[in-house]
């Protein structure tokens, strides 16, 4: 199985959503975003690029498919 997972909150940043996770690091979300919303702590699948040419040249998660919407994240994470 290719892809990996990752857990974390999501934030609207300069590139539109992100995901933040609990290790520090954040991934722009691109594909299939559909049911995302900023202020959610998610758990996604995909595939992490280390930047996406013509979209970001910031880490970046090519989401598959959404896992787990646990609600409300404990405490939002901080704006750009």
């Known amino acids: 199985r290719h ?9 609207n940043g300069a590139n539109g959503l ?3 996770t609990q290790e520090g690091q954040s991934y722009v979300l691109l ?3 559909a049911g995302i919303k900023a202020g959610d702590r998610i758990k996604v699948s ?3 690029k280390k930047k996406v040419d013509a979209v970001t040249d910031r880490p970046s998660l ?3 498919q959404l896992e787990k919407d646990y609600g409300v994240c404990a ?3 901080a704006g750009p």
């Open 3 to 11: 892809g990996h997972s990752a857990t974390g909150c999501v934030a």
């Open 18 to 20: 992100e995901l933040r």
């Open 62 to 64: 090519i989401v598959f």
């Open 75 to 77: 405490v939002q994470p």
């Open 31 to 33: 594909s299939a975003t």
């Open 46 to 48: 995909g595939s992490k």
